[in-house]
């Protein structure tokens, strides 16, 4: 809009001055001007809106990060801590576990020995044939 009323007061200029219309053209002028520095002040606000909008987004960005790297430490001990509890909890536990474990497998193995054992006893040499005299 402000663009449109410098373009049209420039082309008023250019008629005027055809003319020869020196009191028109004087008006023109000043209106020109004063277009052009309502332009220019608007151009300067604008800059600065940006730059203090930029700090802010800076600033907010800054407290968002240490925000962020609070919580990513709290989380990080917390894991460490949790871990190690289970970890601890895990060892008081696993000694026995480890025991009950091995005597089991003893017991089961004892087991099976016995009942081979018993399936091949004592009459296992009679299904084998005798050896034959060789002559």
Not at 18 to 35: C, H, I, M, N, R
Not at 63 to 68: D, R
Not at 92 to 105: L, M, N, P, V
Not at 115 to 124: A, I, L
Request: without cysteine; glycine residues 12%.
């Amino acid at each position: 809009m402000k663009i449109t009323n410098l373009v049209a007061a420039l082309i008023g200029v250019a008629v005027l001055t055809t003319f020869g219309e020196e009191g028109v053209l004087q008006d023109v002028k000043q209106g020109a001007k004063k277009t052009g520095e309502t332009i220019k002040d608007g151009l300067e606000t604008v800059g600065e809106k940006t730059k203090e909008t930029a700090k802010t987004v800076g600033k907010k960005t800054r407290q968002t990060a240490e925000t962020v790297g609070e919580k990513t430490k709290e989380t990080g001990e917390t894991v460490a801590r949790k871990t190690k509890e289970t970890v601890e909890g895990t060892g008081e536990r696993g000694a026995g576990t480890t025991q009950k474990t091995h005597h089991k497998s003893r017991k089961a193995s004892s087991k099976a020995n016995a009942q081979s054992t018993e399936q091949h006893g004592p009459n296992h040499d009679s299904n084998t044939p005798a050896p034959s005299p060789t002559p």
